[in-house]
């Protein structure tokens, strides 16, 4: 009466369903915290959280720029916010200044929207179509000091005359 009977079909764990949750788990935000300065490009496939400076080309799926971030550089992205500073060209599907950003460069866009207080010198262009292109990584191998081609100069001593 208060049994459960057991079905051999129940009693398996359904693994195309475990497989599908893990692959459609979102990844966290990458954060690059306020003390954190970069020096060349940044690519993601997800979600960028900007609050240091980088100085470099940001590729991102979404991208958050922060109140205290400073950015350098051209910005490509589906969907960007800042809050920030940015020099340089914007282009992304969605762009959206808040009342502190600060925007010197060109936005191309799809939808865009500007809060009143934020500053932008630069001229924006309504574009349709796919404006930020899917990311692909394009990497180069790090070369050894020995393929290098800047070497250092070493100083030579004067030759002194043998009498």
Known sequence: MFTKKSNKADSKPNTSKLAQASSTKVAPP???????????????????????????????????????????????????????????????????LARTANVIGDILHEDLAIETGASMEGHCKRVQGQIAPKIEFQTEPIKSPEENSIRPVMPTRPETAKV
């Open 30 to 96: 990458t954060i690059i915290s306020k003390d954190l300065r970069i020096v060349g490009d940044v690519q993601s496939d997800g979600e960028i959280q900007v609050d240091g400076a980088i100085e470099g080309d940001i590729r991102a799926h979404i991208l958050l720029i922060g109140e205290t971030a400073c950015i350098t550089g051209e910005v490509i992205s589906d969907s960007v916010i800042v809050h920030g500073m940015v020099k340089g060209h914007i282009k992304s599907r969605s762009v959206k």
